[in-house]
């Protein structure tokens, strides 16, 4: 059971979307797993390379 707070609020948790027809396809919310990561929609997996890039542009 995913935490209460990161349950993805689109599939309600279950990583599937049901269209008008009832065609199941996965949460583009979510990724599928029915949870939110909270840095998930940040990436913040190298903040120092974008400072770089930056400064190295200026
Ligand atoms: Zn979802």
Redesign the pocket.
Known sequence: MPHKDRI?K??DGE?L?MDDEEWRYT?S??G?D?IIDPGESLKPSEPFSVDEMNRTLE
């Open positions: 993805c689109a599939c990583g979307l949460c919310v979510c599928g029915g």
